[in-house]
């Protein structure tokens, strides 16, 4: 039986360190206290010698001069064709990295705290006490830190996949409650379904009562929602597995000619504290990203 090879718990998002300074701290509260900043107040400083050298084997640097979402783009193009998995944002603390990196590139003095030991060993960090750490980033700078510290937010509330795979998700919900795009491969409880039944379980729940959907609204990733990888044999449905932990005869339906290519992230909608009866959303992505299959499933255990 094929077996997926990646496991890991979803998480999205890391906010500040107690660790950082004031200044830092402030510019950071600041950028993340409202939407990130859309208006041209600021333009990104011009790139020291010593940060656009380091660039590529310092994904974070890119982000002084580059928007988040086309960060996979810069970096294949100004480094050869270069890829990684994730460049760098897979987990809460790579993401608190990431932000405070874009601070390290301008030079900013962290006075104490692991900062501060972190990117003073950097050979592309050159401190500068002068560094304000409330104005020395530009409106494009500020949207990426607001984007990475939404992100740490998420990833402490239980929602710990990668970063691409964050942006994933929170693109899907965030269509609704237009209907998001599906994929040709659709399952409803288990079952081979419509778009307009995927849906109507999705927002409505059953008329059993097991569940009673994610709303007709908006729909917010974090909190008490979880995702999680799910990892294990595909089509297993044995005694030491929860019948909704693996979706089998959706991933069956699938027909990938290469299961070990395929990740399953499972996203949890709890109707009560228990976690005993909810909502349960599988997405399936081949190795390209795409989306391959999806299931809704309301679940329901008896205590």
């Known amino acids: 039986m ?3 090879a990646v496991v890991v718990m979803l998480a999205a998002g890391c906010g500040g360190n107690r660790s950082e300074p004031a200044g830092a701290g ?3 509260a600041t950028a993340n206290s409202a939407a990130p900043p859309t208006s041209s107040a600021a333009a990104p400083s011009p790139l020291s010698p010593k940060v656009a050298a380091a660039r590529c084997g310092e994904p974070c640097l890119f982000l002084v001069d580059t928007p988040i979402a086309q960060l996979t783009d810069a970096y294949r193009t100004a480094c050869g064709g270069m890829t990684t998995q994730d460049l760098g944002f897979d987990n809460c603390k790579q993401l608190d990295y990431a932000r405070n990196c874009i601070y390290a590139a301008h030079g900013f003095v962290y006075k104490k705290g692991r900062w501060k030991t972190t990117f003073t060993g950097k050979p592309w960090y ?5 560094i304000d750490a409330k104005t020395v980033l530009s409106t494009l700078e500020l949207a990426n830190v607001h984007e990475l510290h939404e992100r740490g937010k998420a990833c402490r509330k239980n929602l710990d996949i990668s970063g691409a795979d964050y942006d994933r998700i929170k693109a899907w ?5 237009a209907r998001p795009p599906l994929p040709k491969v659709v399952f409803v409880d288990g079952f081979a379904g419509t778009g307009k039944a995927f849906m109507d379980l999705l927002q409505n729940g059953e008329d059993s009562g097991a569940a009673d959907g994610v709303g007709t609204g908006q729909v917010a990733l974090g909190g ?5 990888y799910v990892t294990g044999d ?3 449905r044995g005694s030491h597995k929860l019948v909704e ?9 699938i027909r ?8 399953v992230i499972r996203v949890r909608f709890p109707e009560d504290t228990d976690d005993d009866r909810g909502t349960d959303v599988f997405f399936v992505y081949d190795d390209a990203d795409a989306l391959r299959g999806i299931e809704v499933h309301m679940f329901a255990y008896v205590q």
């Open 2 to 4: 094929t077996r997926l």
């Open 26 to 28: 402030s510019a950071v």
């Open 126 to 130: 050159d401190g500068n006490p002068a």
């Open 173 to 177: 919900f965030g269509a609704l409650p």
């Open 224 to 228: 008490k929602v979880i995702a999680v």
């Open 234 to 236: 595909l089509h297993d």
């Open 245 to 253: 932990d693996m979706p089998a005869a959706m991933i069956a339906a």
């Open 256 to 263: 990938a000619s290469d299961e070990s290519k395929l990740r």
